[in-house]
């Protein structure tokens, strides 16, 4: 194929990227966006902050132009995401205990629902485990209010909308030997063995020179695809620049190939100039919009 989404979608897979709706009006954006990708994922209008602003008030709005714009031009979308310790709206960063566990499921719900028959995937739950060496989950209003928070998230995600994926999303989940990537591992062993109803697991792959591309990647892909789940690398970019970074890139593509239950990948931004990271040059466009060698070496791959 000529473009990263058609030559994924030659072996069964896809390519995807992460939309800002706001962009979607600057001609560059959109036409890089449209030819390139066949999965997207709102970089934020579909977080809790921006689809409950108010308790039980729902707002669409945003979230729904950016998935519009993804089925009308043939695309997926990946949902993301429903129950997260990071931004939520204040009237939920305000709440605790069984208050705060139905709000959270009525989110779950209400938001799933919404968009039942149009999401591939859905983030569930993100982030909820610590970095570092404890293995635990990590300290917040959600986990506060039982452990099972999150195996009661899926069961009212599985409800809502029986036929979308659903997925527990992490970072720094990408090296075997971790213990993060061995507590996430654990916990969706678990959840299959007890049927907690989920289908795939994210990897962020957020990488930089302290948390580089590592070279056992493709055992942690497997093992978790081994547990019966699909893999996704959900909101790639690496830092750097040249043959350094794109032989990073590359070595991320070969790794999912290597899967056959990593369905597919997703960067987390077009351009250079769009990303989140505040400077550097994670992605796969330039700031011109020009391809760069992390480019060409993931189009070759693919
Ligand atoms: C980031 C967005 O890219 C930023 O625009 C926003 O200010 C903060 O969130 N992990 C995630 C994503 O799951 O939702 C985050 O996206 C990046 C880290």
């Not at 977080?47 to 979230?63: I, R, W, Y």
């Not at 009237?91 to 605790?96: A, I, K, Y």
């Not at 056992?216 to 497997?222: I, S, V």
Request: charged share 20%; proline share 3%.
């Amino acid at each position: 194929g000529t473009t990263l989404g058609a030559s994924a979608a030659e072996r069964g897979r896809y390519f995807g990227t992460a939309i800002a709706g706001s962009r979607l009006s600057d001609s560059q954006y959109s036409t890089i966006a449209n030819r390139e990708f066949n999965m997207i994922t709102a970089e934020n209008e579909m977080k809790p902050d921006a689809t409950e602003p108010n308790q039980g008030q729902f707002s669409f709005g945003s979230g729904d132009q950016i998935v519009n714009w993804a089925i009308s031009n043939g695309k997926r979308v990946r949902g993301h995401t429903l129950a997260w310790y990071s931004q939520q709206p204040g009237w939920m960063q305000r709440m605790e205990g069984s208050s705060l566990r139905q709000a959270m499921l009525n989110h779950v719900t209400k938001v799933v629902t919404n968009y039942r028959g149009k999401i591939y995937a859905w983030d569930v739950a993100n982030e909820a485990f610590a970095d570092g060496s404890s293995g635990a989950r990590r300290d917040s209003n959600l986990q506060r209010t039982g452990n099972d928070w999150i195996e009661a998230a899926f069961r009212a995600a599985r409800s809502a909308d029986p036929d979308a994926k659903l997925c527990y999303n992490d970072y720094n989940t990408d090296n075997w030997s971790h213990a993060k990537t061995q507590a996430v591992y654990r916990m969706v062993q678990d959840f299959k063995s007890r049927g907690v109803p989920i289908d795939c697991v994210g990897f962020q792959a957020h990488f930089n020179s302290g948390n580089p591309v590592p070279s056992n990647y493709h055992t942690t892909l497997q093992n978790f695809a081994d547990l019966g789940v699909d893999v996704q690398i959900t909101e790639l970019d690496i830092e750097g620049s040249g043959s350094s970074q794109a032989d990073q890139y590359r070595g991320i593509v070969q790794a999912c190939q290597a899967v056959s239950r990593c369905t597919g990948i997703t960067v987390w931004g077009v351009r250079d100039s769009d990303s989140w990271r505040a400077s550097g040059t994670p992605l796969l466009f330039n700031g011109n919009g020009q391809k760069k060698a992390a480019y060409d070496a993931v189009l070759a791959q693919l």
